[in-house]
């Protein structure tokens, strides 16, 4: 994913702007960003393959202790998170991704497994903590971009 900062009193060239999105589509998607949205922007899209790195080891570990075999848990993880990936991007408007949410929804079934495991997860506040991460890792790269060093150490 590439992001590309828009400022009102800088603009960029259209044709440098055309030019740019030219040559990063050919390696995946970009959008157009108020500068000032661009430490979240790096926060999601720079912090954030480490963040569902996590995620995915996390499910792999739940499947091998219930008796997958390693390799098989870590390839089934990561082709879920693919699928799932591949139906947000296709199944929005406009080229937008879908809702998450919508997908959740769609592939939960009443008193399935699926519920039973999404409801652990909302006890276990992993939407708030995900969202947090993100929320940390843009303030500190707002403090990396203003200079500042040992900033790691934000959190309360």
Known sequence: MTV????PTAPLDPDTDALVTWIFTRIGRVTHMPSANMDACTALCGSGPAFIAVILES????AI?????R???YLMAAQTARGMTQLMLKGG?????????ILRDKVSTPGGCTIGGLLVLEEA???GTMAKAVREA???ASQLGEGKSG???TRR
């Open 59 to 62: 499910m792999a570990a739940g």
């Open 93 to 101: 408007e406009g080229g937008k991704a879908e809702h998450p949410a």
């Open 138 to 140: 843009t303030v500190v």
């Open 71 to 73: 390799d098989d848990a």
């Open 4 to 7: 590309i900062a828009t400022s």
């Open 151 to 153: 900033v790691n150490g």
């Open 125 to 127: 506040g992993v939407r």
């Open 65 to 69: 202790a219930m008796g997958v075999p």
